[in-house]
DNA sequence: GCCAACGTTGGC
DNA sequence: GCCAACGTTGGC
């Protein structure tokens, strides 16, 4: 799940404990969020748009996905005017932090193992803020991260 | 700041 | 339903 640091990053998500994944407006991502994801996966927290850019630890998903409330708010940068309470667009879900890496996974490093060949966040032109990872994907960022 | 690679919008 | 124009993402 891809968050930029400026916005909103795993340094605060550390010292929130939990946080709503406010803001997807997308609807692959929309779909993933509302109808993928169960109570207690866990989740890659990756920086986008960051020096450098990576996995930078690991939290957990622990609620169910309800509307997101910026689509509602007028103020919000997020509102949605076209999306209603009885017929929301936008869902979010509820994550809790679980650990920060001691060094950020970064995309060079997930380049250099065969084993993330086909991993959806390395392809390109992929824009999507989450991306499912496979069970042997995510054995290996944990092996990185080891390693470091 | 550039720009490739998408997603979305809206005229027809 | 097509598709051109436009907007956004995000690595570099």
């Known amino acids: 799940m891809k968050s930029e640091p400026d916005v909103y990053s795993i340094q605060d998500l550390k010292r929130d404990k939990t946080a709503m994944w406010e803001g997807c407006r997308n609807y692959q991502v929309r779909n993933m969020l509302r109808d993928s994801m169960q109570i207690n996966d866990l989740a890659f927290f990756y920086h986008s748009n960051a020096k450098p850019s990576g996995i930078v630890g690991i939290m957990k998903i622990v609620s169910h996905a309800y509307p997101d409330p910026t689509q509602f708010e007028k103020e919000s940068e997020y509102y949605d005017e076209k999306s209603s309470r009885e017929n929301p667009r936008w869902y979010v879900r509820d994550v809790e932090f679980v650990e920060e890496f001691s060094d950020t ?44």
Do not use: A, C, Y
């Not at 995309?107 to 990872?133: F, Y």
């Open 105 to 148: 996974i970064t995309l060079q490093d997930m380049r250099e193992i065969p084993e993330l060949n086909e991993m959806l966040v390395l392809r390109k032109g992929q824009r999507l803020s989450i991306t499912p990872v496979s069970p042997e994907e995510w054995k290996s960022v944990i092996g990185l991260d080891h390693k470091k």
